[in-house]
Structures are given as structure tokens and as C-alpha cells.
């Protein structure tokens, strides 16, 4: 509710709460639940969402993003459509290249910001990617997160939002070995 990023993409006023609805219900329920690892505190107030290596991050063709393009308008509304396409076209460009896990969210509870329940899910949920020996990538929305991230290793390499947005930071951990 609080992203400054989503803050500037999804719509605004009354329909903003169900618009964050639909696009998490959606993104969750038909690309990082079926394919990625959704991984939850038992308590349920801290989630991450991981995509692995040959993870499908987007509709392949046309057709299939035309089918998306009802479901973009009702998350970004009319005014915010054009920012919000922006904000994917720049993601899908500045994706690394090579093979990865890509965290695509992390949430915790407001009530449970700055106790550490976020790195301990990151920490523990990266343990089997390092055992993999696998690199992680992140895009970082909100500038308070840095610093949670860098401390689980990742480094930030670049601003790729486009103008006149708010920072999106893409930030890169290297593989680790044991």
C-alpha cells in the first residue's frame, strides 16, 4: 500500500485497494504460485516470492499480451496506463540475461516492519539458492529497502526506471558457494 512505486502506477482514489487486489491475486495466482516458490512466515505477516532460472516472467507473444491488456487497464486505470506499461518495458529490457532466481516480492505485515522477520525469510529462502549455487536478482521499489537488501548481499547496479518515475533500483547477489 505503501510503494512509491506502485503508488505511482496503479490507480488512485476508490478503486486503488481493489486494483492492488486484483494485480497480486493475479500475478500471484497465474505466474509465481504455479511456477516460482512462494514462500510464507507461519504466522503469515512476512511473504517472498521467488521466480527460478527458466521461470516464465511475462507473456510470450502478441496474442498473449493482448489477452493482459483488460487486466492492465483495471490495475492502472486510463490515466496511469501509459506508466505502468512503461515501468514493464523497462523491467523486461534491463532483466539480466544471465541464469538467475529473481525475487519478484517480498511483504511484510506493517505491524512487523523493523523486526527482522523480513531477513529472516530472505536469509532462509536464499539458503537453497546459494546451495544451488545460483545468483539472485531483485528490482528494489522502495529507497527504504535498500539497505535490507544490501545486507543479504545484493548490490545495486542501476536506476532503470524511466523518467519521471520513482527510482526502481536493479540490484544483482552473486552466486554463493559453500
Known sequence: MDDPLFDYMVRAGA?????????????????????????????????????????????????????????????????????GMAIMEAMEKNHPREPHFYLTFAAVSPGYHGVGLG??????????????????????SNPKNATFYERAGFVARKNIAPAGAPPLIAMWRDARTK
Not at 120 to 136: E, F, M, S
Open 15 to 83: 478503486g486503488r485497494t481493489a486494483a492492488l487486489e486484483m494485480f497480486f491475486h493475479e500475478i500471484l495466482s497465474a505466474r509465481d504460485i504455479p511456477q516460482g516458490e512462494v514462500w510464507m512466515s507461519p504466522d503469515g505477516h512476512a511473504c517472498v516470492c521467488w521466480l527460478k532460472p527458466d521461470a516464465r516472467r511475462s507473456p510470450g507473444g502478441l496474442v498473449q499480451k493482448l489477452g493482459w491488456l483488460p487486466f492492465f487497464v483495471g490495475v492502472f486505470g486510463l490515466a496511469r496506463f501509459t506508466r
Open 119 to 140: 531477513s529472516r525469510i530472505l536469509k532462509a529462502t536464499l539458503a537453497p539458492i546459494d546451495a544451488a549455487g545460483h545468483a539472485a536478482y531483485v528490482e528494489s
